[in-house]
């Protein structure tokens, strides 16, 4: 998947993302697992200020973690970055 399409699948529906998907959808757009301690991973970029905390529960992502990845992409634009 290109990130444009993983992007709108994440903004077309925020409540039913896969832990997994939300943790390969960082890496695709360049954030590094930082660390991990019992379900939560967090993400890192660099020149980018904010850290992702993502959180394992029942192999879903919360919707509120994947609307601040949706942020995040948005403000750094990194949609617009080239797909590799």
């Known amino acids: 998947m290109s990130k444009k399409e993983i992007y709108e699948e994440f903004k ?3 409540k039913d993302i896969r832990f997994e998907v939300l943790c390969k ?3 695709l757009f ?3 697992l930082r660390g991990s301690k019992g379900s939560h ?3 890192v ?3 980018v200020r904010e850290m992702l905390n993502f959180q394992n ?3 879903k992502a919360k919707p509120y973690q ?3 990845f949706l942020k995040v992409v948005q403000r750094y634009k990194l949609l617009e970055e080239e797909d590799v």
């Open 25 to 27: 959808g960082a890496e």
């Open 57 to 59: 529960v029942k192999g």
């Open 45 to 47: 970029k660099d020149g």
């Open 12 to 14: 077309r529906n925020p």
């Open 30 to 32: 360049g954030f590094r």
């Open 66 to 68: 994947v609307k601040q």
């Open 41 to 43: 991973r967090i993400y």
